[in-house]
């Protein structure tokens, strides 16, 4: 399911218009995306957890060349499912 098949979706669901319903799921991702780079958890009861890891750097190898190469640290951001969630996809 892409964006636009989402927003069609959840616009169905709850009766609003298209363009209120992708204004409202763009708002969503916004404050989940500021609230990651500030370091901070979301966590939807019932779905799950939006959180931050960070990697340390580390030694990689580039495939092309065989070259040993420095892959930078980074913070990258993660999903654990939660309990509701897991039990109703397993149903």
Do not use: C, H, S
């Not at 995306?33 to 901070?40: T, V």
Request: aromatic share 4%.
């Amino acid at each position: 399911m892409n964006k636009a098949e989402l927003v069609n979706v959840i616009a169905n669901k709850v009766g609003l218009q298209k363009k209120d319903t992708e204004a409202v799921l763009k708002a969503f991702t916004d404050v989940v995306a500021e609230e990651l780079k500030k370091g901070e958890k979301v966590q939807i009861v019932g779905f799950g957890t939006f959180d931050v890891n960070e990697r340390a750097a580390r030694t990689g190898r580039n495939p092309q060349t065989g070259e040993d190469m420095v892959i930078a640290a980074a913070k990258v951001p993660k999903f654990k499912a939660g309990k509701a969630l897991k039990e109703n996809i397993n149903k």
